[in-house]
């Protein structure tokens, strides 16, 4: 269990863009699971995806693995298949702590660990590409990039799975889903304080796109099709077929 998430309960009197620092890598598990709706089906359908698409000689990304609850998922579906796991992600305190959860992990499908940026790391001879709700903290204007070089790193059959915040093109339904992701905020404990200085935290840090634009970009990428295999409000999770 970590310990629960208290970080925007207090008045702030400044309120600073939102980092994967110490403080959040302590809390992250139970900030994660009482701030995303869909959070623990995603990472739990992880593994069944990994178990149909993972293929032997290839590697699986896990990328911005925070602290490997993804990483697990896939090391679980993988079943023995001679497979090497890539995890990354560019916040040392992160990386620290997902060093440890890992190691406290039986199975031994071979994981590496890097502390880097993604819109550097080497993407080759994969499989299998896990984005959990990362590609929503890389600046839109590389992202288009970033998803060009998982399309060429992938083998074919290989798929990509994007999963981020979402916003919608109609200003009423972007605003019933955000009213109705508080309401899953308050119904996890989160108060109105905290909802609130999270959300301004978060204003310039994380920039939702709507589900058009990831599939157009998708699309402009090569990827033969893409699709959304789960949602829950302003989240979703889209299956892409290299
Ligand atoms: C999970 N996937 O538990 N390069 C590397 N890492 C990055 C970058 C970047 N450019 N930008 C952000 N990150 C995880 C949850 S959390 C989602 C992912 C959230 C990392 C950042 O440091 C953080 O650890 C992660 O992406 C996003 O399945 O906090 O909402």
Known sequence: MSASDRLFAQPLAEIAGFRFDQRVAAVFPDMIRRSVPGYETIVAMTATLAERYAQPGTRCYDLGCSLGASTLALRSGLGGRDCTIVAADNAPAMIDRCREMLAADRSSAPIELHCADIRSLAIDKASLVVLNFTLQFVPPAERGALIRRIRAGLVPGGVLVLSEK????????????????????????YSELEIAQKRSALETVLIPETLDTHRTRLRDAGFSAADVWFQCFNFASLLAFA
Not at 166 to 174: G, T, W
Not at 181 to 188: C, D, G, Q, V, Y
């Open 166 to 189: 979402i916003a919608f093109a109609d200003a009423a339904l972007d605003q019933l889903m955000t009213e109705l992701h508080h309401s899953f905020k308050r119904a996890n404990g």
